[in-house]
């Protein structure tokens, strides 16, 4: 029998913990449920979940938070929730680290697709690249920190990442010398409908090459290969 995946959900509102709880569980999910940020400390010290669905409304840490305490020790999946539908709500949720971002009241049935999809993208890393088992990636002459989210240019240099930087560099890096489509980049990152990065991922990329140094007009290290998307034209060295 194949192992369920374990899913924690962090919210405060004991009848929405309730309700994700049975759906999910009926889903084929072992669930645990928490009320706030030190419930999730202390989990976290006893169990490796698959994911975890955090409210961004808690009391004492919100989940912005957690979220940023969480990436400094964890590439654990995170899907936060939050009863603002504000863009500039689920813009920071995603440059604190989050995975995905879904605005309450939702439907269960999207939560539970926004799960699969965010498993599946986790799960799409080469093994010898899982987040986990890495602790630093070079290519020509560039490290990247993963635990930190340093990037080290060759000349010694740190150079500051934002989360959405940070996301699509660990993409291309986790993928290298394959073509990768505009499409398949947003879906790595983040999920379909999340409207001003699907029409900005050029720009994203082309922030990106800045940080590296690339020249946009003949960059040599993300290619832009005309009518398919991009490639990071590297060899990519994992350090365990």
């Not at 928490?34 to 202390?42: I, Q, V």
């Not at 995603?94 to 309450?104: I, N, Q, V």
């Not at 960059?219 to 832009?224: F, Q, S, Y």
Request: hydrophobic residues 40%; contains cysteine.
């Amino acid at each position: 029998m194949a192992t369920q995946d374990h899913i924690l959900v962090v919210d405060d509102d004991a009848e929405t913990r309730r309700l994700l709880q049975e759906y999910l569980q009926k889903q084929g999910y072992r669930v645990t449920t928490l009320m706030d940020g030190r419930a999730l400390r202390g989990a976290l010290d006893t169990v490796r979940p698959d994911l975890i669905v955090l409210d961004l409304m808690l009391p004492g840490k919100d989940g912005l938070e957690l979220c940023r305490d969480l990436r400094n020790r964890s590439n654990v999946p995170v899907i936060m929730l939050t009863a603002c539908g504000e863009e500039t709500d689920r813009i920071v949720g995603l440059e604190m680290g989050a995975d995905d971002y879904l605005a309450k009241p939702f439907n269960p049935r999207e939560l539970l697709a926004r799960i699969k999809s965010v498993l599946r993208r986790a799960r799409s890393l080469p093994e010898n690249l899982e987040p986990e088992a890495v602790k630093s990636l070079r290519f020509t002459g560039w490290t990247l920190e993963v635990a930190t989210r340093n990037l080290t240019a060759p000349d010694g240099v740190v150079v500051p990442l934002s989360g959405t930087e940070f996301k699509l560099l660990r993409v291309f890096l986790a993928h290298p010398d394959r073509v990768l489509s505009r499409d398949q980049l947003i879906d790595f990152m983040i999920s379909r409908d999340a409207g001003p990065f699907d029409r900005a991922i050029d720009v994203q990329v082309s922030r990106l090459r800045q940080r590296l140094r690339d020249d946009a007009r003949e960059p040599r290290i993300i290619k832009t290969v005309r009518g398919e998307g991009y490639v990071l034209a590297a060899q990519v060295e994992a350090a365990q």
